[in-house]
Every structure is written in C-alpha cells, then in structure tokens.
C-alpha cells in the first residue's frame, strides 16, 4: 500500500473528505478518530511488541481496531497530516497532571501551523484530551462544547495544555517547541511501555470519547459519562471485563488474556483485607 493509499484509507474509515480541508475538517478529524478508535494500553500489560513503523499501526489501529497509545496513535495522525501536505511537526511533553514535578517526556503530540495560526493536535490522551485541535494562543479560553481547554505559558517558556476541571483549569502536560525526531519518540515509547514504573505498566487503561458521551475504564472500575451524569460499574469477574471491552470498546480479548488481566489488574481491588 502506498503511502497515499493508506492515508486516504484511514480517512474513508472516518468518513473523511479531503475536500474542503478547512478547521471542521481538522475538527472532524480529531473528534471521530478518538471516537471510533479507542486508546488502550492492551499491549502494554500483555508484553505484546509495539512497533511504529506507518504499516504497522495502520494495521493495528485501522484495520484491526486494536487501538493503542499516544506514541501510536498520534504518530499514524501525524502521518496522514503530513500526506495532505500540512505543515506539521511532533512535539513531546510532559505529562503532569497538575503538579510541579520533574518527569520524563513521555507523550507524543502534533503541532499543526494552519492558515497562519498554530493548534496542538492530540487524538492520544484518552477521556479528558480535548475532542479538537486546540489553538497554541496563551490564556485564550476554548469552549469544545463538552469541556473547555487553555494554553498558558509558564516562567520557564513551556506551555501548559489546561482542561477546566472541578470548577478551576488542571494542567494535564507540559511542553516547548523545540525540534523533537522519531529518535526521541522511541525513547519515550520505550520507557512508557517496558519501565516498571511507567503508569501504562501498571494500570489497565481503555476510552473511547465522543461528543458528551465518555467510555472509560481504569483497572476494577469502568465509567460511563454521559451528559453530564456518571455511572460507575466494578469489574468483579472475568465475563464483566470481557463484556466491556467488547461492547463498549469493540476490542476482541481471547480468555487466557482476561484472566491474566483480571488477575493483575483487577481481582486485588476486591480482595479482602489481610
């Protein structure tokens, strides 16, 4: 496959047009792909391999709707911008969930200058990333219709990626635009998914997220929000946890993966105290 057939392939499977290429059509973009293909980190705690050549996550996050992470997810986006011949350049952040802490860079995003004005494009953040490109203009508050998002600029020059949460802006990464290459993403892929204390080794993450309407699950808990109200299920079983992935999430997981999962991740939640 070409790499324009491949690009156009992802974009058929949104339902994409790549005429007009206008800011619904990036719109569009980001929200379906974070819809329809759903971030996990499944291949993280089954010790599958994770390669990030182009074909291979077409593969796995197209074709077999596998899904995967930031380093996957917005490497094939990326790819595709690129193809329509958009100015687009990665960057690698920091993810920090609003503390003052010194991490390493590992989270993938894509800065797009479009028209003149430049967006940070994420479709690899799970429930609380932002459903559209976000404009990289400091303090300019970005109503998304279902959560609201801000750019802010720090002492040290590198800006902060806000989501309004719990009645006040939560920084959810840092970053600066300095030139990053694919080598450096492999450094960062390598330790978010092999380092005993990356939190993908450590946590089972799945989310789909659309408009009002978010899927996710964290270890014994799944939660659907859905316009505003929250319904929380316990994953107490294997045929819970394989019922979810597979309706709520499309991913097909063979039973010596569910125990294994369930046994991890899961069944210590709901262990008796010693």
């Given amino acids: 496959m070409t790499r324009s057939q491949l690009s156009q392939n992802y974009l058929t499977d ?3 047009q790549t ?3 206008d800011t619904d059509f990036l719109k569009n973009l980001q929200s379906k792909h974070i819809a329809q293909y759903s971030f996990n980190n499944l291949a993280v705690v089954l010790g599958e391999d994770m390669p990030l050549d182009i074909p291979s996550l077409f593969t796995k996050i197209v074709e077999k709707r596998h899904g995967g992470y930031c380093f996957e997810h917005n490497k094939l986006v990326f ?3 690129a193809d329509l011949q958009m100015d ?3 960057l690698l952040a920091k993810v920090v969930h609003n503390q003052d802490i010194d991490v390493p860079r590992t989270h993938r995003i894509t800065l797009l200058n479009f028209q003149g004005e430049d967006y940070i494009v994420d479709v690899g953040f799970g429930h609380i990333g932002a459903r559209y490109p976000v404009k990289l203009e400091v303090g300019t508050e970005q109503d998304q219709g ?3 998002y801000r750019i802010i600029e720090n002492s040290q020059g590198e800006y902060g990626y ?3 949460k719990d009645g006040d802006y939560f920084t959810l990464y840092i970053f600066d635009l300095n030139q990053y290459t694919e080598a450096d993403c492999l450094l960062g892929h390598f330790y978010s998914h092999r380092h005993p204390d990356a939190v993908f080794v ?3 993450v799945v989310c789909r997220k659309s408009f009002n309407d978010i899927r996710s699950l964290r270890n014994a808990h799944f939660h659907r929000i859905k316009n505003g109200e929250t319904q929380i299920t316990d994953i107490t079983s294997t045929q819970i946890l394989q019922r979810m992935l597979t309706q709520e999430f499309d ?3 063979n039973i010596a993966n569910l125990t294994f999962l369930f046994s991890k991740f899961i069944a210590k939640s709901f262990s008796p105290p010693s």
Avoid: K, S, T
């Fill in 202 to 204: 450590n946590n089972l």
């Fill in 88 to 90: 687009v350049r990665l």
């Fill in 14 to 16: 949104l339902g994409l």
């Fill in 146 to 148: 279902d959560n609201c």
């Fill in 79 to 81: 790819y595709v911008l």
């Fill in 251 to 253: 991913l097909d997981v």
């Fill in 162 to 164: 806000q989501v309004f």
């Fill in 19 to 21: 005429a007009p290429i």
